[in-house]
C-alpha cells in the first residue's frame, strides 16, 4: 500500500488507539495521531498474507490465542515504540546516583551482610531495574558505575535486569555492539576507551560488563510484577525514565503504584525530568539533588509477624528475634483461654485425676461448640476468598490485615499462611515471607506450597544449594508436579550438574506432556503450554 493511498480516519484512529494502549500502555493522544498512522503504514507494508487494509488488519489482530497474530502484535509494537537512549543519558541524574544513590545503597548492602550469618559475613546483593531499557545503554551505564563503585565487586551478588516490550531492541540490547551515536554524554567518551574495544565503525562492549546485565521481554501492562516467578521483586532501584511519557495518567499511576510495591523499603525510583506528576508518586518521598529530583519508598511500619507460643517471640529464620505484641483482652486466643480457665473452676471435680465431671449441661455446650466450629470454617473460607479477591483488585494492605486476622482466629489455615507468604514475597519481604511460609509448614509439613515459595526466595537470592533442598522437599510431597522438576533443571545447569539439569527437565517434559496444554499452575499462574515449550527450548540448548 503506498503512502498516498493510507489515510487514518476518525474510526480506524479510535480503535487502534484504544487497541495498542490496551496491549502496550502507549497512548496515542491527538496530536500523535501522525505518529499512529505513520507506524500502521509501515506495519501494513509487510503484513501477513490476505490483509488488504486497515478493515483487515485489525480484523486479523483481534484475534486470539494464535501464535502468528501475537508475533504480528509484538511486530507492530516494535514500529510504534521510540527506543532513544544513549549512555550516561541525563548528566545530573548519573552523577546523583554516582555520588549520593549507590554509594548509600553500597554500605547499607555491606553492613547488612556482615549481620546475615553468626559465623562471618554474608555476600551483599544489590537488585537493579531498567525498565524500558531499549537497546541497553541505560543498565549497561549502571553496570560500569558499580564496577567503579565497588572494588571487590566480585565478591558481590548483583542482579541487573534490563527489560523492554520491543523485542528487536533486546537483540540489539544482548549483541552490546555501538556505534559513536550512543556516546554522546561526556562521561561516556571518557569510559569508552576502558569499557569498549572499537572495531571498524563499531564498538563493542567488554564481557565482564556485558555478563553483569540480564534482559528479558517484558510488557509494562499485561505482564506480572511484583512478582517471584520472573523475578521482578525485591528491588533496590528502578529506572524508568522517559517511558509513561507515552502512556495516559491513569496507567501511569498504576505503574507508580506497582513500582512502589516492587521496590524494598527505602528503594529508589528514577524517572526522567518530563514525568514528575504531583498525584502519580504520592506514596513516595521527594528527595531533591543538583538540577534533578529522584523518589524513594518510605519506610513503613513494621509488619505483623507471627508470634511465638504464649505470644512471647517470634523467631526469624535467619536467626534474629521480633518482639510479639502483647496480647490484649480482646485477641481471640486470649479470650479462648480465659473462657476455658472459667470453666474448669465452675464444673465439679472427681477425686481421681483431678478431672472435671462431663455433665448434660457440658455435653450440650460440647455440641454447640460443634456447630461453632462449623460456622468458624465458613467465616474462614469467605474471609480466604474476599482476601484473593483483594489482591486481584490491587488493595495489597486489606488483603494482608485480613489474612492475618483469619489466622489469628484460626491458626490451623495453611492456605492462608501460604497465601500470606507469597503476597510479602512478591513485595520483596522477603523476611516476613519466610516466616510466613516456616509458619504454614509447622500448621502442615506435607504441603508443598510453602516449600516452593522458600525454594523461589532462595533462587532469586543466589542460595542455588537451599533452593534445591527445597525443590527437593516439594519433590518427595509431589513427585509428579512439574515445577520443581524445571527449576531443578535451571539450578542444576547453573551448578554445571549437566547430566542431573537434563534427567530434570526431561523429567518435567514428561509430566507436561500428560497434562492438558491450557490447564493453569496454581504455584506459578502459568499454564502448561508455556512451560513445555520453555523446558524443550532449554533442554534443546543444554544437548547441543
Known sequence: MRANQFQLGDTDYLRFQKFVSKHSGLHFSENRRGELEKGLMEALENAPAGITGLESYYAFLVQSGDKQVERELARLINILTIGETHFFRNTAQFEALANYVLPGLIAKKREAANQITPNGPGVPQLRIWSAGCSTGEEPYSIAILLRELIPDIDKWRIFILG??????????ARQAVYREWSFREEKAR??????????GMYFHLNDDIRRQVTFAQH????DDFPSTKNGIMAMDLIMCRN????????????????????LVDDGWLVVGHAEPSLTAYRNFQTRSYPKTIFYQKSTPPAPTLPKGMNGATAKNVDGRFATAATAKLDDPNTARKTRHAT???????????????????KLRNTAVSRESLAEKEKLAAKRYEEAQLLLVQ???????????TLVNDHDKYTAAYCLLARTHADHGQCLQARS???RAIKTDSLNPQPYYILALLDENEGLLSRAIENFKKMLYIEANNPLPHFHLGILYQKAAQTDLAQRSLSNAIKILE???GDQFLPENGENVGWLLHQAKELLREKEQ
Open 163 to 172: 527489560t523492554d516490550i520491543n523485542t528487536d531492541s533486546l537483540a540489539r
Open 190 to 199: 571518557e569510559r569508552r576507551p576502558i569499557y569498549f574495544e572499537k572495531r
Open 219 to 222: 510488557n509494562l501492562i499485561e
Open 243 to 262: 517511558v509513561t511519557i507515552y502512556f495516559s495518567p491513569e496507567i501511569t499511576e498504576q505503574l507508580t503504584n506497582k513500582f512502589h510495591a516492587t
Open 343 to 361: 470453666i474448669r473452676l465452675g464444673v465439679a471435680q472427681t477425686g481421681i485425676l483431678n478431672q472435671p465431671i462431663p455433665t448434660t449441661e
Open 394 to 404: 490491587g488493595r495489597t494492605e486489606k488483603a494482608i490485615q485480613l489474612l492475618e
Open 436 to 438: 510466613w511460609s516456616m
Open 514 to 516: 500428560g497434562m492438558p
